[in-house]
């Protein structure tokens, strides 16, 4: 873990956030209102967050978890308790990659996520967004499977995808198996 405790004076400095969506309410008392218009609403258990921004947000990594697909501009409201944030860096190794293989998505993870696979390899922000990348160009297209040798192509996939999160090859030498 961390080792530090989250609260209303130290939320936003870099770290890393899922929070989940709530039904906006005006019953919200309104604490903080920052400068790109995002309010904030602090309790004892954590924070609501009022935004129509999500993702990168200053210096932090915030995810809204909805149900339906998130516009850009829409306002919507999350909620996350002070135990869900997590230290956030550019350089250090504290992300993993994650696949939903029912919905065909890739995301990313922090390593303090208590499902973190021990299997899954930590990477920083940029190795793990070129991975990521890589992986939606496996899951998405077949050009890159020209060329390889191969029965079943969602097998293949299954197994390009499975490498590129648990191991330190690059792409080249995973194919490289299949030629």
């Given at each position: 873990?961390?080792?530090?405790n989250?609260?209303?004076?130290?939320?936003?400095?870099h770290?890393?956030?899922?929070?989940?969506?709530?039904?906006?309410?005006?019953?919200?008392?309104?604490?903080?209102?920052?400068?790109?218009?995002?309010?904030?609403?602090?309790?004892?258990?954590?924070?609501?967050?009022?935004?129509?921004?999500?993702?990168?947000?200053?210096?932090?990594?915030?995810?809204?978890?909805?149900?339906?697909?998130?516009?850009?501009?829409?306002?919507?409201?999350g909620?996350?308790?002070?135990?869900?944030?997590?230290?956030?860096?550019e350089?250090?190794?504290?992300?993993?990659?994650?696949?939903?293989?029912?919905?065909?998505?890739?995301?990313?993870?922090?390593?303090?996520?208590?499902?973190?696979?021990?299997?899954?390899?930590?990477?920083?922000?940029?190795?793990?967004?070129?991975?990521?990348?890589?992986?939606?160009?496996?899951?998405?297209?077949?050009?890159?499977?020209?060329?390889l040798i191969?029965?079943?192509?969602?097998?293949?996939?299954?197994?390009v995808?499975?490498?590129?999160?648990?191991?330190?090859?690059?792409?080249?030498?995973?194919?490289?198996?299949?030629?």
């Amino acid at each position: 873990m961390d080792g530090l405790n989250y609260n209303r004076n130290n939320f936003y400095k870099h770290t890393f956030c899922e929070f989940t969506e709530v039904a906006l309410t005006n019953k919200l008392e309104i604490h903080h209102k920052s400068k790109s218009g995002s309010q904030y609403s602090f309790t004892k258990e954590g924070v609501y967050r009022i935004s129509n921004h999500w993702g990168r947000a200053a210096n932090c990594r915030w995810r809204l978890i909805s149900n339906e697909k998130i516009k850009s501009q829409t306002e919507k409201c999350g909620f996350a308790k002070w135990t869900d944030f997590y230290s956030n860096s550019e350089t250090e190794k504290l992300f993993y990659i994650e696949v939903n293989w029912k919905l065909n998505k890739v995301t990313f993870q922090h390593r303090n996520n208590p499902s973190y696979p021990n299997s899954a390899i930590l990477r920083n922000a940029a190795a793990t967004a070129k991975i990521i990348q890589t992986i939606k160009e496996v899951l998405t297209t077949t050009k890159w499977a020209n060329h390889l040798i191969f029965d079943d192509l969602e097998a293949l996939r299954k197994d390009v995808v499975t490498v590129l999160i648990e191991k330190e090859e690059t792409f080249l030498q995973i194919k490289q198996r299949f030629i």
